[in-house]
């Protein structure tokens, strides 16, 4: 079982920046894939991004997958060693104003990842994150 404890979040202008990150517990983070997902009022939960496990076992590349309307302007990556998931927004806009979701789902095949909210079996507290015009 892994726990997901998000921060990060906060009040940012349009066209500004913000990193969110997500800490997990346990000793297997590595294999387990980890997706970010938003809930703005009144909206369902939305896919936002996610990342694989290792690609193989020779490397800690992961593969990455992004909604469309955040390609290209959010980043998602983690950091095995420190049990982190981390969400680079760039470009914000008022549209991307949500509670944000850190999500995870034990899987330990090689290049693992999820992008549906019905596949994640961990969820964290969320984070606000609010972006004015």
């Known amino acids: 079982q892994v726990q997901l404890v998000e921060s990060g979040g906060g009040l940012v202008q349009a066209g500004g920046s913000l990193r969110l990150s997500c800490a997990a517990s346990?000793?297997?983070?590595?294999?387990?894939?980890m997706g970010w997902f938003r809930q703005a009022p009144g909206k369902e939960r939305e896919f936002v991004a996610a990342i694989s496990t290792s690609i193989s076992a020779s490397t800690s590349i992961s593969k990455v997958y992004y909604a469309e309307s955040v390609k290209g302007r959010f980043t998602i990556s983690r950091d095995n060693a420190k049990n982190l998931v981390y969400l680079q927004m760039n470009s914000l806009k008022p549209e991307d104003t949500a509670v944000y979701y850190c999500?995870?789902?034990?899987?330990?095949?090689?290049?693992?990842?999820?992008?549906?909210?019905?596949?994640?079996?961990?969820w964290g507290q969320g984070t606000q994150v609010t972006v004015s015009s």
């Open positions: 999500a995870a789902d034990y899987c330990p095949l090689y290049g693992c990842y999820r992008t549906t909210r019905s596949e994640y079996d961990y």
């Open positions: 346990g000793r297997t983070f590595s294999s387990y894939a």
